[in-house]
């Protein structure tokens, strides 16, 4: 009888996948029932796995995944590092809200991390933390170039997997390299998808690093968020669905309709005036797709 260890993937390359069990990793070879189900182990699943006689390993079984991220793909993500830079480029706050409600429909905690801060006095990073924090979301001022800060992103590592994602050139590399040096990523790189050109196989790896791990490659695809129902869309902003049940109507959508208990708190300061903008936008964007499709 053999014993059966835990431990979760941490890449797979071909057939064989590095899994990392009380700190020890073991190349294991897929085996398991899972295989009939047509389920493929990714970076970041959670397996069970037995060790051969001749040291090889073999995974028996793939736990259930709490989020899967495609192009990488990556399983379990805990936590996704949204980065700014506070000088340039000029944020695009809408692809942090994007990818905010990303985080939110797959239950992965989002943490805004503001680069640059050695180029810039604090005026992003304020303003930041006006649009962001009645969200309830961490808000982190950094600079990869002088380390200032990076022992707090490091903290957020910390036992958990994470995931890097941003605008190009806000400094994605540049802090991964900050935190795991043996990395060594390319700074002011090409996009991944000149990248993918050129390395045919190009596939994601975790590193572990302060007790967590950190995705080597910045970003991933977004999901279609444009299949969202409009109406459902404010129950992705923290600050906003935690009164949507005290609107007049169940059908608010919270624009024009009388007695609406979220338009309130844009002047009590509980909703930022230009984070309600983007949800406007991006609720007629939603409203657009509907009647194009039932046209
Ligand atoms: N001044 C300053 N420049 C930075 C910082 N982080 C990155 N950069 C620069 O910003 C550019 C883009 O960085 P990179 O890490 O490649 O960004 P990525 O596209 O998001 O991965 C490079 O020229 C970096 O040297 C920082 O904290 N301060
Ligand atoms: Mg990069
Ligand atoms: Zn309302």
């Given at each position: 009888m053999q014993t059966m260890h835990h431990g979760w993937i941490r890449k797979g390359i071909g057939s064989f996948y590095t899994v990392v069990s009380d700190g020890a990793e073991y190349v294991c070879k897929a085996r398991g029932r899972f295989r009939n189900e047509g389920l493929t182990p990714v970076p970041g699943d959670g397996v069970e796995f037995e060790l051969g006689e001749d040291g090889g390993g073999y995974l028996l079984a793939i736990e259930p995944r709490r989020n899967l991220l495609i192009r990488p793909a990556v399983a379990?993500?805990?936590?996704?590092?949204i980065v700014l830079a506070a000088s340039r480029p000029v944020p695009d706050l809408l692809l942090v809200d994007k990818l905010l409600l990303q985080c939110e429909t797959l239950g992965i905690l989002p943490v805004i991390v503001c680069n640059k801060c050695d180029e810039q006095d604090a005026l992003l990073y304020a303003d930041l933390l006006a649009q962001y924090r009645p969200a309830g979301y961490a808000v982190l001022g950094v600079s990869a170039k002088t380390g200032e800060g990076i022992e707090r992103v490091r903290a957020q590592i910390a036992g958990s997997k994470c995931c890097f994602a941003g605008q190009s050139a806000v400094g994605k590399s540049s802090l991964l390299n900050a935190l795991?040096?043996?990395?060594a990523l390319q700074v002011g790189g090409l996009s991944r998808k000149t990248e993918r050109g050129r390395h045919t196989t190009r596939h994601a790896e975790l590193y572990p690093v302060c007790g967590g791990a950190v995705l080597d490659t910045p970003g991933f695809s977004l999901l279609d968020i444009q299949a969202m129902e409009p109406n459902t869309l404010?129950?992705?902003y923290p600050e906003m669905r935690r009164h949507t049940?005290?609107?007049?109507?169940?059908?608010?959508?919270?624009?024009?309709?009388?007695?609406?208990?979220?338009?309130p708190l844009i002047t009590s300061g509980a909703l930022h005036p230009q984070r309600y903008a983007r949800y406007v936008e991006l609720l007629t964007e939603l409203k657009e797709i509907r009647r194009h499709k039932y046209d």
């Amino acid at each position: 009888m053999q014993t059966m260890h835990h431990g979760w993937i941490r890449k797979g390359i071909g057939s064989f996948y590095t899994v990392v069990s009380d700190g020890a990793e073991y190349v294991c070879k897929a085996r398991g029932r899972f295989r009939n189900e047509g389920l493929t182990p990714v970076p970041g699943d959670g397996v069970e796995f037995e060790l051969g006689e001749d040291g090889g390993g073999y995974l028996l079984a793939i736990e259930p995944r709490r989020n899967l991220l495609i192009r990488p793909a990556v399983a379990n993500l805990d936590k996704l590092m949204i980065v700014l830079a506070a000088s340039r480029p000029v944020p695009d706050l809408l692809l942090v809200d994007k990818l905010l409600l990303q985080c939110e429909t797959l239950g992965i905690l989002p943490v805004i991390v503001c680069n640059k801060c050695d180029e810039q006095d604090a005026l992003l990073y304020a303003d930041l933390l006006a649009q962001y924090r009645p969200a309830g979301y961490a808000v982190l001022g950094v600079s990869a170039k002088t380390g200032e800060g990076i022992e707090r992103v490091r903290a957020q590592i910390a036992g958990s997997k994470c995931c890097f994602a941003g605008q190009s050139a806000v400094g994605k590399s540049s802090l991964l390299n900050a935190l795991v040096p043996e990395l060594a990523l390319q700074v002011g790189g090409l996009s991944r998808k000149t990248e993918r050109g050129r390395h045919t196989t190009r596939h994601a790896e975790l590193y572990p690093v302060c007790g967590g791990a950190v995705l080597d490659t910045p970003g991933f695809s977004l999901l279609d968020i444009q299949a969202m129902e409009p109406n459902t869309l404010a129950g992705y902003y923290p600050e906003m669905r935690r009164h949507t049940a005290q609107c007049r109507f169940a059908a608010c959508l919270h624009v024009s309709e009388p007695e609406c208990a979220v338009k309130p708190l844009i002047t009590s300061g509980a909703l930022h005036p230009q984070r309600y903008a983007r949800y406007v936008e991006l609720l007629t964007e939603l409203k657009e797709i509907r009647r194009h499709k039932y046209d």
